[in-house]
């Protein structure tokens, strides 16, 4: 990877469901140590627990079931038929915000939570401050939430990624009733997430799992990595399936080689054709990674130009912007598209021109493209005074002869 700094990434496999436990479960089986899961967690203002794992079987295959074990109460999973009054999302927000936690390792808690109060409120009709958490009076979702923002932490990982997730059918029993799967609150939180069938009877992702999910990963194919190490989370129900999820840690050169963007466009039929280029320079300062113009015919058969923008998803506010700046658009559309890179390498070719930076992309270590850059082309191509396809013939020549 040219001596680039490694980024260390996650990648939730979740080919039969997701929750709280199973997440926790899949961390500690990836490495987190117990104790220093335990350890961060006491500084939470929470007393009366504990935490346990075990090795559990599930369809013939082992994986860590983590429990949190709580004076004079039951441990039940999310949805469980116990019916305690619960914490409120403002007390449950108040505990992780009341211990002594890192702040950003608080603030990714409490993005959890609110975001599965939300949905709750939705489902219900209620307001988001009437949302009870019902699990172990609020300890599970307390647990549940900030040990799988610690741990992503202990693990080093930097960015996580989380597979289509499995939408079942059925009927759960819960603290409100008896409802269908998946219960409205995952539903809600199912909004603009990729998901498939899955042909079992019950419950398989809950509320908590999705929302850890939604809230701390992003949604994509498997990405480009280099697998470190595995852990695999279980669940507490048996389906005809394995109940279980995986969680792959690896590393790659960064999110350019495989992650999810943003694709912005602006159909323009009313823009002078000497704006385009200007505009094109303030999308590619404001973030964006490519940007082009494409002919098109709008109605009562006007020409005209659809502009197009590619950006990473932090940087799709500033390039929605500047295209609502910088031309006659009323209104920009957006949508989530996935991108496969190579691994990009830069070397420099020593040719009768000069030296030339060439860029290569590989994939799994193996060579399949390389392009000299233009400038330095054009640049030695017109200080030798020679055609531009001689400097880049050459550059290539030299490439393939080091």
């Given at each position: 990877m040219n001596g680039e700094q490694l980024l260390r990434i996650g990648y939730l496999d979740v080919f039969c469901g997701l929750s709280g436990d199973m997440f926790l479960g899949a961390l500690v089986?990836?490495?987190?140590?117990?104790?220093?899961?335990?350890?961060?967690?006491?500084?939470?203002?929470?007393?009366?627990?504990?935490?346990?794992?075990?090795?559990?079987?599930?369809?013939?295959?082992?994986?860590?079931?983590?429990?949190?074990?709580?004076?004079?109460?039951?441990?039940?999973?999310?949805?469980?038929?116990?019916?305690?009054?619960?914490?409120?999302?403002?007390?449950?927000?108040?505990?992780?915000?009341?211990?002594?936690?890192?702040?950003?390792?608080?603030?990714r808690a409490v993005a959890v939570v609110e975001l599965i109060a939300q949905a709750e409120a939705q489902a219900h009709g209620v307001a988001r401050e009437q949302v009870h958490f019902h699990e172990l009076g609020g300890i599970d979702t307390v647990m549940d939430v900030c040990g799988a923002v610690i741990g992503l932490d202990l693990l080093g990982i930097e960015r996580l990624y989380c597979s289509p997730l499995p939408v079942s059918h059925g009927y759960v029993d819960t603290a409100h009733g008896r409802l269908p799967v998946p219960p409205p609150a995952v539903a809600n939180l199912l909004q603009g997430v990729p998901t498939y069938p899955l042909d079992i009877e019950g419950e398989?992702?809950?509320?908590?799992?999705?929302?850890?999910?939604?809230?701390?990963?992003?949604?994509?194919?498997?990405?480009?990595?280099?697998?470190?190490?595995?852990?695999?989370?279980?669940?507490?129900?048996?389906?005809?399936?394995?109940?279980?999820?995986?969680?792959?840690?690896?590393?790659?050169?960064?999110?350019?080689?495989?992650?999810?963007?943003?694709?912005?466009?602006?159909?323009?039929?009313?823009?002078?054709?000497?704006?385009?280029?200007?505009?094109?320079?303030?999308?590619?300062?404001?973030?964006?990674?490519?940007?082009?113009?494409?002919?098109?015919?709008?109605?009562?058969?006007?020409?005209?130009?659809?502009?197009?923008?590619?950006?990473?998803?932090?940087?799709?506010?500033?390039?929605?912007?500047?295209?609502?700046?910088?031309?006659?658009?009323?209104?920009?559309?957006?949508?989530?598209?996935?991108?496969?890179?190579?691994?990009?390498?830069?070397?420099?070719?020593?040719?009768?021109?000069?030296?030339?930076?060439v860029k290569l992309g590989k994939r799994d270590g193996q060579l399949l493209t390389a392009a000299p850059e233009y400038e330095d082309c054009a640049a030695a191509a017109d200080r030798a005074g020679v055609p531009l396809k001689d400097v880049y013939a050459a550059a290539m020549a030299a490439r393939g002869a080091e």
């Open positions: 089986d990836a490495g987190v140590n117990l104790d220093a899961l335990t350890d961060e967690l006491r500084k939470l203002p929470l007393e009366g627990w504990s935490l346990r794992a075990e090795e559990v079987h599930k369809s013939g295959l082992r994986g860590t079931k983590v429990h949190v074990e709580a004076a004079h109460a039951p441990h039940g999973h999310h949805h469980g038929r116990h019916h305690h009054h619960g914490k409120s999302a403002d007390e449950v927000i108040a505990i992780v915000r009341g211990g002594s936690l890192r702040p950003e390792l608080v603030e398989t992702v809950t509320p908590t799992g999705a929302g850890l999910a939604v809230a701390l990963a992003e949604f994509s194919e498997r990405p480009l990595m280099t697998i470190l190490a595995t852990g695999v989370g279980a669940g507490t129900k048996d389906f005809p399936v394995p109940n279980l999820v995986r969680l792959f840690i690896g590393e790659n050169d960064g999110p350019d080689t495989h992650g999810r963007m943003v694709l912005l466009e602006a159909n323009l039929d009313d823009m002078s054709g000497e704006f385009f280029g200007y505009a094109m320079e303030k999308l590619f300062a404001a973030g964006a990674v490519d940007v082009w113009a494409t002919p098109i015919y709008m109605k009562k058969n006007r020409p005209a130009m659809m502009l197009s923008a590619l950006a990473p998803q932090d940087r799709a506010e500033a390039v929605a912007d500047a295209i609502l700046m910088h031309t006659t658009s009323f209104g920009v559309r957006r949508q989530s598209v996935g991108r496969t890179c190579l691994e990009r390498e830069h070397v420099t070719a020593q040719t009768p021109y000069g030296p030339i930076r």
